[in-house]
């Protein structure tokens, strides 16, 4: 009996057809476990290569205060929700890696974020270039190794618009959003508010931006979930937006040193975020050069805007926020108050990953993609390379080793700054002990800033012979300059960005 061959030929087709889209399948989810993987190396292995610099020292700080005062706007500028994460480590151990763990494990996850966002808009391919230029972008890891709320503010933008982009395609259906995602979107927006006050450019971008698919899908029941969604997230930041508005009143306190951007600091600023960050030399030619890459890629972007194709929705808000986000801060600059800088666009570059990505995967020509990957691949290699050649901030370990082994028992330890005597007092607990003294001596506006109460000046001990001073505050407290009158400079220790002095008493002892 013979059996017809043909019977068979059609699910054998089939069955071909599932096992090539399942090794497919299986071998996108092996380069998108790859590529985070990658990520997570960069990040971790030199997690503590360089000591804390100023502003770790600063985040250390602040996390010494109770959770009452940091959630009522006792603490930093920033919103307190990073300080209070970083506290909590705090009771697990103070070491370098731990403290900078959870920036690290965000920045991690980030690079998650951006693949699942890409997917959403681009497809498979375009989607696993944006993920492996967040993964191995020099800054991306620098901001992702330091103790600071920018990992968290970047995470939870992602995050944001990882969600919000299923809720304009349903809105550009003219059909409302599930349940999820409405929940998602307040939780992740709120946690973006009550990281960095940056995130309400964020928030007033996407609430605005929200109307554009309403518009398109012409429902006023998305209209009206949508005016509730954000009303539910001003809602939750209520507690916070009092403390925004009195800093705001203020002047922003700490952020007076923030000078108003000019000519060449604004596209230093964005060239140092969208692409190289530590290489110097010929500065003036990779500003150019970087400007030139991120206008081509936003021109071709507009382009694509333009053309009938699905997708354009969730596409042009990533434009939104690429585009808007500097440029109100520029405008908030220059007409209030300084705010524009490189660190608070930084959260803004994996949406122009995605947008990167896009522009190359559509090259026509396989050869000319292939340059443009390895002129990338080399730059990143380039600025990381010089990146840990020295480092980029303040080398506080360096110069307490320094100070540590080069001090005697009874010499005083002076800091100018509250932060700077916290740095000073937790590199030297990882020394053997030794009788030293560390006195604040901070001026009155750093003490004020620091919201330690006035009277608490410590004057330095009458029968000391040697004193440190870290910090150089020079004449800003001329008590201090009295009270260091007797003293001789012998001696100046110098690390990267930081140096301690040591003066030594002429007076004549009996």
């Not at 993920?131 to 920018?150: D, E, F, H, K, N």
């Not at 808000?317 to 220059?334: D, K, Q, R, T």
């Not at 380039?382 to 110069?399: Q, S």
């Not at 932060?419 to 002990?433: D, E, I, Q, R, T």
Request: hydrophobic share 50%; charged share 15%; glycine share 6%.
């Amino acid at each position: 009996m013979k059996i017809n061959p043909t019977v068979f030929r059609e699910p054998l087709a089939n069955l071909r057809a599932q096992v090539v889209r399942l090794s497919t399948d299986r071998g996108h989810v092996i380069a998108v476990g790859a590529i985070c993987l990658i990520g997570f190396v960069l990040r971790f292995l030199p997690l503590a290569h360089y000591s804390f610099d100023g502003d770790e020292f600063f985040s250390y700080y602040w996390t010494r205060f109770s959770f009452l005062e940091l959630w009522t706007g006792v603490g930093d500028v920033h919103p307190p929700l990073y300080f209070s994460v970083q506290k909590i480590i705090l009771a697990l151990g103070d070491s370098e890696t731990l403290f900078r763990a959870p920036v690290a494990v965000l920045g991690t996850i980030s690079v998650l974020l951006v693949y699942f966002l890409a997917r959403r808009i681009v497809d498979e391919t375009a989607a696993l270039l944006a993920a492996a230029l967040m993964a191995t972008s020099p800054v991306q890891i620098y901001y992702s190794q330091w103790a600071r709320p920018y990992a968290l503010l970047t995470a939870a933008a992602l995050g944001t618009g990882l969600i919000v982009v299923g809720i304009f395609n349903s809105y550009a259906k003219g059909t409302l959003s599930r349940r999820a995602e409405r929940a998602l979107y307040v939780l992740s927006m709120t946690i973006a508010l009550y990281t960095h006050n940056m995130a309400s450019l964020l928030f007033a971008i996407t609430a605005i931006y929200g109307l554009v698919p309403i518009a398109a899908g012409r429902s006023l029941k998305c209209l009206l979930e949508w005016t509730a969604l954000n009303g539910a997230v001003l809602l939750f930041w209520s507690w916070w937006l009092i403390v925004v508005v009195h800093q705001a009143v203020a002047g922003l306190g700490m952020m007076a040193w923030l000078t108003p951007p000019t000519l060449w600091s604004v596209p230093y600023s964005l060239a140092s975020a969208y692409g190289t960050m530590f290489i110097f030399r010929f500065l003036s030619v990779i500003v150019i050069f970087t400007l030139a890459a991120v206008g081509i890629v936003l021109m071709y972007t507009g382009t694509v805007m333009s053309r009938p194709v699905s997708g354009r929705i969730p596409l042009a808000y990533l434009f939104a926020i690429v585009v808007c986000v500097p440029a109100l801060e520029i405008g908030i600059s220059l007409a209030w108050r300084p705010i524009f800088m490189q660190r608070s666009i930084l959260w803004t570059v994996p949406f122009f990953f995605i947008l990167a990505a896009l522009a190359i995967t559509s090259l026509r020509s396989s050869g000319l993609i292939g340059v443009v990957l390895s002129g990338i691949a080399a730059v990143f290699i380039l600025d990381m390379w010089v990146h840990y050649r020295k480092p980029l901030n303040e080398d506080f370990r360096t110069l307490v080793d320094e100070v540590h082994a080069a001090s005697r028992d009874g010499d005083v330890i002076v800091t100018g700054q509250p932060w700077v005597y916290a740095g000073v007092n937790y590199y030297l607990s990882k020394h053997s002990p030794r009788a030293v003294i560390v006195v604040d001596r901070s001026t009155p506006e750093m003490r004020r800033d620091g919201h330690l109460p006035p009277t608490s000046v410590q004057h330095l001990p009458p029968a000391t012979d040697r004193i440190w001073f870290i910090g150089g505050l020079g004449d800003a407290d001329p008590e201090l300059s009295a009270e260091l009158a007797p003293y001789r400079l012998v001696r100046r220790y110098d690390a990267h960005g930081v140096s301690a002095e040591l003066y030594k008493d002429t007076r004549v002892r009996p």
